[in-house]
C-alpha cells in the first residue's frame, strides 16, 4: 500500500495560519481522488474539503473562505492551506487518497465515526492542529 503522509501541524494562536501538506509515496494526486478530512474530540470524522470528481474542488461551510487547497504543479504534493483560525479548528487533519478508487466520503450521509475507520482509502498519520488564544 502506498504511505500516506501528512505535515505541517502545530500549535497556532486565534487568527493565525497553517499549511498543510500531504504526499503519497511514488503516487501522483492526478490518479485518484482525495480530501482533507479532521478528527475533533468528540466529534465524529468531519470533511473538509476534496477534489471532486470533475477535480473542481468542494468545501464544506466551515472551510470555506478560509482554507485553500492546491497541489504543486508535479502532482506529488496537496496543500491545506489554513487561515484566520479559530479555536474549533483544533483537530487532526488527515489527508485521504483513494488510491484503489473505491470511493472517498463525501461528507453525505452518516459520518464515519473516526476518519481512519473509513477503511476503503489511505490515510495518512495525522498531523496535529491546536488553536488558542
Known amino acids: 500500500a502506498a504511505l500516506v503522509v501528512e505535515s505541517g501541524g502545530g500549535a497556532v494562536e486565534v487568527g493565525g495560519s497553517l499549511r498543510l501538506s500531504c504526499t503519497a509515496s511514488g503516487r501522483y494526486f492526478d490518479e485518484f481522488p482525495m480530501g482533507w478530512y479532521r478528527q475533533r474530540p468528540g466529534h465524529n470524522c468531519e470533511l473538509v474539503s476534496l477534489y471532486r470528481r470533475d477535480f473542481t474542488i468542494y468545501y464544506t461551510d466551515s472551510a470555506k473562505g478560509r482554507f485553500i487547497m492546491s497541489m504543486d504543479d508535479f502532482k506529488t504534493t496537496v496543500y491545506l492551506q489554513m487561515n484566520n483560525l479559530a479555536p474549533q479548528d483544533t483537530a487532526i487533519y488527515y489527508c485521504?487518497?483513494?488510491?484503489?478508487?473505491?470511493?472517498?466520503?463525501?461528507?453525505?450521509?452518516?459520518?464515519?465515526?473516526?476518519?481512519?475507520?473509513?477503511?476503503?482509502?489511505?490515510w495518512g498519520q495525522g498531523t496535529q492542529v491546536t488553536v488558542s488564544s
Open positions: 485521504a487518497a483513494d488510491i484503489q478508487h473505491r470511493g472517498l466520503w463525501d461528507g453525505l450521509g452518516k459520518p464515519p465515526t473516526t476518519c481512519r475507520g473509513y477503511s476503503y482509502v489511505a
